[in-house]
């Protein structure tokens, strides 16, 4: 006579499997999220923030950007305008973020604009602090006013580092032209 032989799984396996099977039916089941109807997102993520975007400087000696969206940079195409603000300094929120202009407050800045270039005109004497200083100094300067005539720009083709900011100090310190990534590093 024969012998009829099954093959059972052993004990241990079978309750693995049952386990697995009852969490993958849950898993497939959801979670308890209900469908909706359709839900409006909002207007679409833009590329470029929106306003002026000034360049102060933090206590760890770094230029930080802040943002005035309230001020549209359409306003602010003559680089005169932006030192101004600059030589404003931070509003007080940004000052109790230990942020701080480095521009003196004589006010006798001065900038031209020719064609796409910019010059400032550093007053004789604001560019005598240490290397940090003053780079920080230009980067305010070259990063706040290339920032605004970027935004200007009612086309959206002219990216901040298409303009070239020449820093002449007064007296007999060499001119330099520069971007704002030069600063940014």
Known sequence: MKSLSLS???PGRAARGVVLTTLAALLLAGCGVR???????????G????GLRLYFVSQAGRLEGVSRPSIPATRFTDPKSVIKLLLNGPAKPE?????TTLLGSDGSYDATVA????T???????????PVENRNLIGQLVCSIARARA???????????????????RGDARPGTYVCSDFLK
Not at 47 to 50: A, I, N, P, V
Not at 151 to 169: C, K, L, S, W, Y
């Open 120 to 130: 400032v005109h550093v007053p004789q004497g604001e560019l005598s602090g240490t």
């Open 35 to 45: 469908p909706t109807g359709v839900l409006d997102g909002g207007e679409a993520a």
């Open 151 to 169: 935004m200007a720009d009612t086309n959206g083709t002219t990216r901040t580092d298409d303009i070239r900011v020449t820093i002449r100090p």
């Open 115 to 118: 064609g796409g270039r910019v």
């Open 47 to 50: 590329g470029l923030t929106k």
């Open 95 to 99: 000052l109790a973020n230990g942020l």
């Open 8 to 10: 059972l799984p052993e």
